[in-house]
């Protein structure tokens, strides 16, 4: 029998008296008697659950650091078959349809200026875009009465061609140069403002 008062044992060679034989040697633990004999075995099985319990804690933990080991291997591979997403820029259309009072209206040129104004020359005249709709453009109640032909955008900013004259609102109203092409319905900017207008 076992001394009455608890002992660490830290490698048995041979079972002590009273050990069940199923209790593997070499087992650690802490050994005691009952009265009655029946604490030694019980505290023995206790001991050899947990045992087996750290045994199963592990060989789960080795098997962790043995996936961390293989795991790169298929990771590279698949890692090969990988891209870098970034970030770009995509065209999108916004449809701008007529008011009702523009029904039936044709168009013919579009532009925009350094500030993002948006002007579209059509049979009515300017247009203009407003609470989602092309509507008549009156900024500059003195182009009213032009015939406009054609605008562009020159140095970012609105140029016209009328049956007279090539202008701008921009630039103080400097630019202002007459033609001798009535019927002209096209134009083209050069370097320094000069321009090169035909029918």
């Known amino acids: 029998m076992f001394e009455n ?16 034989r199923s209790v593997p040697f070499g087992t650690s633990g802490t050994f ?13 099985i206790e001991f050899k659950r ?25 990771y590279s591979r698949n890692l090969q078959h990988s891209y870098e997403d970034s970030p770009y820029l995509q065209d999108f259309a916004e449809k ?20 993002g104004r948006i ?37 970012d900013q609105f140029v016209y061609l009328t049956d007279k004259v090539v202008l701008s609102n921009a630039w103080a109203g400097q630019f202002y140069v007459s033609h001798k092409m009535p019927d002209a319905g096209l134009f083209e900017m050069g370097s320094n403002f000069d321009f090169l207008s035909y029918l």
């Open 119 to 155: 002007l579209v020359l059509s049979s009515k005249g300017l247009l203009q875009i407003h609470n989602g709709k092309l509507v008549p453009d009156n900024h500059y109640r003195p182009m009213l009465d032009m015939k406009i032909r054609s605008i562009d955008a020159y140095r």
């Open 96 to 115: 701008i349809p007529l008011s009702e009072e523009l029904a039936g209206t044709e168009l013919s040129a579009v532009s925009s200026d350094r500030n």
């Open 50 to 74: 947990n045992n087996m319990k750290t045994n199963i804690f592990y060989i789960a933990v080795s098997g962790m650091f043995a996936g961390f080991i293989i795991a790169p291997s298929a």
């Open 32 to 44: 005691g008697t009952a009265d009655d004999g029946r604490g030694s075995t019980a505290k023995i």
């Open 5 to 20: 008062s608890p002992r660490p044992v830290f490698a048995v060679r041979h079972p002590p008296q009273g050990v069940p």
